[in-house]
């Protein structure tokens, strides 16, 4: 209680803080393989395995697009939801799942996938067999795309590099329940294609809709220039640039 005192609206963001951070991070960059998979680095009890020869690099998870996936310890969650991921597609299979948590084919599944084989971005939420989903931009063919998904009531939507892309007014939360199949690279429908490409991180928030500052706050870090070459200054035919990663 504060006596006398208005909090302002900067007070209050600072008060929720503490409980606007993520609850799951699957980190894919560095040395992982189904002997040494990813652990939740926030929650630490939930680790996401890279099976069927699928193998980590500096840049992710690396998915061949025919057998390659990880999967996901079970846990009980729904409701609220909001999920950031860094991707690249290198092809664009049959609705090829970035992540399908599920309980099998029509069985309350939350999905993130490219919608048929175009590039399109489509997030969806079922509960039972019924589907509520919401598709618009895109996944940028061999090059990262960042994106945020989220879900608060009956809204649903969809960030694509830091900018809002789509909304959805008559969606629906995913439902509280326990999914047997916590899926990356994978969908539930033995018909779809497999994810092919790289998958850098998964992370996810629990009863917590992602506003745009936060958004563009998660973004920031990929927002920046990979290289700079300046000629201010002394240089020769015979002198190497800088650039940023200071190899070129």
């Not at 008060?15 to 993520?22: F, I």
């Not at 009890?45 to 500096?58: Q, W």
């Not at 729904?78 to 999920?83: K, L, N």
């Not at 608060?152 to 047997?180: C, H, Q």
């Amino acid at each position: 209680m504060w006596h006398d005192v208005e909090l302002q609206q900067s007070d209050v963001t600072d008060l929720y803080a503490p409980h606007n951070s993520a609850h799951h991070f699957w980190d894919f960059r560095g040395a992982c393989s189904e002997d040494l998979p990813a652990t939740d680095s926030i929650a630490g009890d939930l680790v996401a395995t890279p099976l069927h020869g699928s193998t980590c690099g500096d840049d992710g998870v690396n998915l061949d697009g025919n057998s390659n996936y990880a999967d996901i310890d079970d846990w009980e969650w729904g409701g609220p939801v909001s999920i950031e991921v860094y991707v690249k597609y290198n092809s664009f299979n049959g609705y090829s799942r970035v992540f399908d948590f599920s309980n099998g084919v029509d069985s309350d599944n939350v999905l993130l996938s490219n919608f048929g084989t175009s590039s399109a971005i489509l997030w969806s939420a079922r509960q039972g067999n019924t589907q509520k989903l919401l598709s618009t931009s895109n996944f940028d063919s061999s090059t990262w795309t960042h994106v945020v998904v989220t879900v608060l009531d009956t809204t649903m939507k969809i960030y694509k590099n830091g900018v809002l892309a789509g909304t959805k007014t008559d969606g629906w939360e995913p439902k509280v329940l326990t999914r047997s199949q916590h899926w990356l690279g994978r969908s539930a429908w033995p018909s779809d294609g497999y994810f092919e490409g790289t998958i850098a991180y998964v992370k996810m928030w629990h009863g917590v809709e992602l506003q745009q500052s936060d958004v563009t706050d998660l973004y920031a870090p990929h927002n920046t220039a990979h290289h700079f070459w300046d000629f201010r200054g002394a240089c020769t035919e015979g002198e190497a640039f800088k650039s940023l990663e200071s190899k070129l």
